[in-house]
């Protein structure tokens, strides 16, 4: 069937309408609204977006923050230049990470950030990924001075496709406003839209309740199965407190703030009694797989034959979705990370 093979998510995308920088002030980004049960299509800006959310609606953001993810050292601890790349993925067992290095790399390769920090190579696993552990002066460091090692020396993992180095404004803007638990190596893109006064807008006139998906480097993942079905979706950290747990459970309608907020619920709200905070999210959302949840989503435009783009389609079917995105296309709407959004009713 057609909606299975990877093929149907195809399309083509001027590369004029990728978004190598956001738009400013974040209100002046373009919206289209879709009305499912009216077929209405509505083209705004972000300045009205809260217009548009059902009143009732339970609002849940994710409020991961992204993480200075992208190292540059030397394999030679005096040479100036840093050449070697290495992208912090997540933590592992203890004070160990796993991370992606560029280029030849074996078990106990040393990389220098300068004169004292270091990381060395542990173990090279699957999927082209390196566990390795970072140091001071030889004296191992622990999570909380890793994170003040990246804090200082990295970078902002900018997506593949914006095709230029980190500057000082993604710092602040590769990054939502209510960011508060450190750990992804991407944002959640439709956060990006919000100001401080949407969001305080929001807060005061909606029920809202937050998680915490931290964004793995396998979002930008092109699936690779000629059947999607087939596809292995990657594994998120995922934490939910129990307020906000209990506040997901009472709600009949909810309209959630990107794919991954929406990916969290659905995921939680398939569970039987939870008695946790943390999980570990794998979920893939497709028209074989449909949501069951969540009413209504707000979102970016995504990449093509993306497991996103199937959970748009998973949402309001896949000939719609390709309507929608030739519209869009149409209407030079910028797309990915640092483009406009779609709003899903």
Do not use: W
């Not at 093929?7 to 083509?12: A, L, Q, T, V």
């Not at 004169?115 to 001071?136: K, P, S």
């Not at 990449?303 to 209407?331: D, F, N, Q, R």
Request: with cysteine; glycine share 4%.
């Amino acid at each position: 069937m057609k909606e299975f093979d990877l093929e149907s998510y195809d399309y083509h995308l001027p590369k004029e309408l990728i978004a190598n920088y956001p738009v400013l002030p974040k209100e002046k980004a373009k919206l289209l609204v879709y009305e499912r049960r009216s077929q209405t299509i509505t083209h705004t800006t972000f300045e009205h977006v809260l217009d548009f959310f059902p009143k009732n609606a339970l609002v849940v953001l994710n409020d991961t923050k992204v993480m200075k993810a992208r190292l540059f050292g030397s394999k030679h601890a005096f040479l100036p230049s840093k050449t070697t790349e290495v992208f912090f993925h997540r933590f592992f067992k203890g004070n160990t990470a796993m991370t992606q290095i560029k280029g030849k790399i074996k078990v106990g390769d040393k990389i220098f950030f300068d004169a004292n920090y270091y990381a060395e190579v542990l173990e090279l696993l699957h999927n082209g990924q390196r566990l390795i552990a970072f140091y001071d002066n030889q004296t191992p460091l622990n999570q909380e001075n890793i994170l003040k090692l990246l804090e200082q020396y990295g970078h902002m993992p900018l997506p593949p496709y914006i095709k230029r180095a980190d500057e000082s404004l993604d710092a602040h803007e590769y990054q939502s406003v209510f960011a508060k638990h450190i750990g992804a190596v991407a944002a959640p893109t439709a956060s990006l839209h919000f100001s401080q006064n949407t969001l305080e807008k929001l807060l005061k006139d909606f029920k809202h309740a937050f998680l915490t998906l931290h964004v793995g480097a396998g979002t930008f993942l092109s699936v690779e199965t000629k059947d999607i079905r087939e596809h292995q979706i990657h594994t998120e950290v995922l934490r939910i407190p129990k307020k906000s747990q209990e506040i997901l459970q009472e709600s009949q309608e909810i309209l959630c703030i990107g794919t991954t907020a929406l990916r969290s619920v659905e995921y939680f709200k398939r569970l039987k009694n939870p008695n946790q905070e943390a999980f570990e999210c794998d979920i893939f959302l497709h028209l074989a797989n449909p949501i069951q949840h969540v009413n209504h989503l707000l979102t970016n435009f995504h990449l093509p034959k993306s497991s996103l783009l199937m959970l748009v389609s998973a949402m309001i079917g896949l000939e719609k979705t390709k309507e929608i995105y030739k519209i869009a296309i149409e209407k030079k709407y910028r797309f990915y990370s640092y483009g406009d959004g779609m709003l899903i009713l």
